[in-house]
């Protein structure tokens, strides 16, 4: 499977943003995505996650409230709505599905099988 992200780009502090995630073909309904972002030089950071077909919905702490994510099986594509922009935000996204998650690893990368290539959110005035 292979996964190509979009969406992203330059926004000021308080707008909003949806990122896309296409994958090349269907994956199972009992596989999980979650969303990643990098800061320039760190290591991965645990975003939201959508446990199996969307029993759980897991977000980090410091996004609470201000993202969603989804996914539409029919056009096997995931999302990341990404509201009230800070500039702290800024970083590259990533998407990711992970097809032998449990409920307890979905915040880490390592559990994940495949990854999109990344797209970039830059949040300035």
């Known amino acids: 499977v292979q996964l190509q992200a979009s969406g992203g780009g330059f926004m000021q502090p308080g707008g909003s943003l949806r990122l896309s995630c296409v994958a090349s073909e269907r994956f199972s309904s009992t596989c999980s995505i979650g969303w990643f972002r990098q800061f320039s030089g760190k290591e991965r950071d645990f975003v939201a996650a959508?446990?199996?077909?969307?029993?759980?919905?897991i977000v980090a702490d410091s996004m609470k409230g201000r993202v969603t994510i989804s996914r539409d099986n029919a056009k096997n594509t995931m999302y990341l709505q990404l509201d009230r922009l800070k500039p702290e935000d800024t970083a590259v996204y990533y998407c990711a599905v992970g097809c032998r998650l449990i409920l307890s690893n979905t915040r880490n990368p390592a559990a994940y099988d495949y990854w999109g290539q990344g797209t970039q959110v830059t949040v300035s005035s």
């Open positions: 959508l446990f199996r077909n969307g029993g759980t919905t």
